[in-house]
C-alpha cells in the first residue's frame, strides 16, 4: 500500500534507534517507498547497546521482508555526544530514573527530537531523500515535549524554510498505543517481524539485555520497559 501523499517512488531517511518504535518504523517506510536509508544517532546514551542493536534490526528486515530488501539502503550515523553531554539525564549519565520538578522524567534530554531531525534533514538533503520518518509518539510515551505532534510540525515548518524544499516528516505511530504500534508490526511483517522485534530490538533505558522477557530485553522496571511491555501484554490479550 502507498501513502497518498507519497507515491512509492519517493525515497525516505528513517531516524532509527534499533527500538521497537523505529523497527516498526522502517517495516513501514519499506512498504510504502522505493528507497530507504537510515540514521542513527550516537549521544552518549548510556543504553549503547542500541547502536548495536540496530545493525542486527536492520540485518534482519532483509531476512523477514524479503520482497522488500532491495528498497533498504545505506545506514548513516551522526556523532552528537557533545550534545549529550549537555543534558546530564539519566539517559546520558548513571543516575536513578526519576521524575523532575516540571512532571517529566529526568530521561527527557531537551531538544533531542530538535537536534535529532535537524540532522537527520540536513543528510537527507545531502542524499536525495524526500521524507523523513520519525517514530515519535504522544499517545503511550514518557510525556516527552518533543514527541508531540504539534512540535513535529513546527519542525517541518523551520525545515522547510532553513533548507529552501519542502521536508515532509511522518510520524506512523503518532496517534497508537503500543499495543496498536505491535499490532501494526505484526500487519506489516506477521509473526517473522515480531520476532524480530521481540528478540534483537532494544528499548530499556538501563541497556539491561539479560533479562528475557516475552516482550523482548529489559530491566522490566524503568518507563520504556513498562510501555513496552504493557503494550505487549495488552496485544497479545485482545489479538
Request: with cysteine; hydrophobic share 40%; aromatic share 6%.
Amino acid at each position: 500500500m502507498t501513502d497518498s501523499r507519497h507515491p512509492l517512488d519517493h525515497s525516505a531517511l528513517v531516524l532509527f534507534s534499533g527500538g521497537q518504535d523505529s523497527a516498526t518504523c522502517l517495516a513501514w517506510a519499506l512498504a510504502r517507498f522505493a528507497r530507504v536509508e537510515t540514521v542513527g544517532f550516537d549521544y552518549g546514551q548510556r543504553h549503547a547497546v542500541e547502536m548495536e542493536a540496530r545493525l542486527r534490526v536492520r540485518a534482519g528486515m532483509a531476512r523477514v521482508l524479503p520482497g522488500l530488501a532491495d528498497r533498504l539502503g545505506p545506514d548513516h550515523v551522526v556523532d552528537l555526544t557533545g550534545f549529550g553531554a549537555i543534558g546530564e539525564t539519566a539517559m546520558t549519565t548513571d543516575r536513578a530514573i526519576e521524575v523532575g520538578a516540571r512532571g517529566l522524567p529526568n530521561t527527557f534530554v531537551p531538544g533531542r527530537n530538535l537536534i535529532f531531525l535537524t540532522a537527520a534533514a540536513a543528510l537527507a538533503d545531502r542524499r536525495g531523500l524526500d521524507v523523513l520518518v520519525g517514530g515519535m509518539c504522544e499517545t503511550d510515551f514518557s510525556g516527552y515535549p518533543d514527541c508531540r505532534r504539534e512540535t513535529i510540525d513546527a519542525m517541518e515548518r523551520a525545515l522547510a524554510l532553513g533548507l529552501d524544499r519542502p521536508s515532509p516528516i511522518e510520524t506512523p505511530l503518532m496517534a497508537l498505543t503500543k499495543s496498536q504500534t505491535w499490532a501494526l508490526a505484526h500487519d506489516l511483517g506477521g509473526d517473522a517481524l515480531v520476532e524480530l522485534i521481540v528478540e534483537e530490538s532494544h528499548t530499556c533505558y538501563r541497556g539491561d539485555r539479560s533479562q528475557r522477557h516475552d516482550w523482548g530485553y529489559g530491566c522490566d522496571d524503568c518507563p520504556a520497559c513498562e510501555l513496552r511491555a504493557d503494550g505487549w501484554r495488552d496485544w497479545v490479550a485482545n489479538r
